[in-house]
């Protein structure tokens, strides 16, 4: 007797619960993802054949700009809830004599870019309402003799966070006695090591030495 062949069914894939699941995940991160607010100061580095990585915490950044302004920033160290941003603040607030309510010293703490902001206008930088607003206050962190704040705010940071590590990120057409200026007071401040930002050089490849 001839053998009875059953009918064989193509596998069918539903694709919908992954298309599902990838939306819902698509939506979340669109909804919570905070664009990158831009620096106060436009800074195109200089190139250079390093590979080494900056750290993603325990960093202090000095931004120099081409017109010789210093704008500083620095995270909130490896666990979030250790809260350095607020306590440095915190800190500079009680050598110049300025009481920070808990909402400024928040709002401090949840900026992402780098500030240049005089401490006897801080208040009124973070009381501003929007980017625009608070634009007026980056005018750079005062450097001069009579009145250096960048060096009270390493010294607080690195009091705050001993393992805060210094990095310098300046232009390549930032004047060098700017950027001297800057490595004086970490000297004064007793930082000895700090990295440069550089931008990574395109290796030059000659065809014909290889092929020899």
Same mark, same amino acid.
């Given at each position: 007797?001839?053998?009875? +062949?059953?009918? /064989? ?11 599902? /699941?990838?939306?819902? $995940? ?13 620096? =106060? &100061?436009?800074?195109?580095? =200089? ?5 080494? =990585?900056?750290?993603? %915490? ?9 017109? !010789?302004?210093?704008?500083?920033? %620095? ?18 607030? +009680? ?58 705010? $390493?010294?607080?940071?690195?009091? $705050?966070? =001993? ?6 990120? !300046? ?6 006695? &700017?950027?001297? +200026? ?19 050089? &395109? &290796? ?9």
């Amino acid at each position: 007797m001839p053998k009875i +062949k059953l009918p /064989t069914k193509q596998p069918r894939i539903d694709m919908t619960p992954m298309v599902d /699941t990838f939306c819902v $995940v698509l939506t979340f991160l669109m909804l919570t993802t905070q664009m990158r607010q831009p620096e =106060p &100061a436009t800074i195109d580095t =200089p190139f250079s054949i390093s590979e080494t =990585p900056t750290l993603d %915490f325990n960093m202090m950044t000095f931004l120099v700009s081409p017109e !010789g302004k210093v704008f500083m920033n %620095f995270d909130n160290g490896p666990d979030t809830i250790l809260q350095f941003r607020p306590k440095i603040l915190a800190e500079m607030g +009680k050598r110049y004599g300025i009481e920070f309510t808990e909402k400024q010293l928040r709002e401090f703490e949840k900026i992402p870019s780098s500030m240049g902001v005089p401490i006897m206008d801080m208040q009124a930088f973070l009381n501003a309402k929007d980017n625009a607003s608070r634009k007026v206050y980056q005018v750079g962190i005062p450097l001069d003799s009579t009145d250096n704040q960048m060096a009270m705010w $390493v010294f607080y940071a690195r009091q $705050v966070n =001993p393992n805060i590590q210094a990095c310098i990120k !300046g232009d390549s057409k930032t004047p060098f006695p &700017a950027v001297k +200026k800057v490595l004086d007071i970490l000297q004064e401040m007793k930082v000895k090591r700090f990295n440069l930002v550089t931008n990574l050089e &395109a &290796a030059k490849i000659n065809l014909e030495e290889i092929q020899q």
